[in-house]
């Protein structure tokens, strides 16, 4: 099954306040994935004190390594 993805945009555009988009799976909520100015950070269901955070630089080279390349 499809995850479930909602975006709670906030009204000013990136900086001190995030983008917070909630992940779903089979209706049930998997974390957050928070994307500021400096950095993007996940936060796995019912542990927000364990965010896992990666720089720009960072989530630029996991996908260029990791990621699979698809056309359009």
């Not at 950070?41 to 260029?64: A, D, I, Q, V």
Request: hydrophobic share 35%; glycine share 6%.
């Amino acid at each position: 099954m499809a995850h479930d993805v909602s975006v709670q945009i906030p009204k000013l555009s990136v900086g001190s306040s995030d983008f917070q988009i909630t992940i779903k799976k089979n209706g049930m909520k998997i974390g957050e994935l928070l994307i500021s100015k400096g950095n993007i950070e996940w936060r796995p269901k019912g542990n927000s004190r364990k965010k896992k955070r990666l720089t720009w630089s960072e989530f630029e080279y996991m996908f260029e390594e990791y990621a699979t390349t698809v056309k359009h």
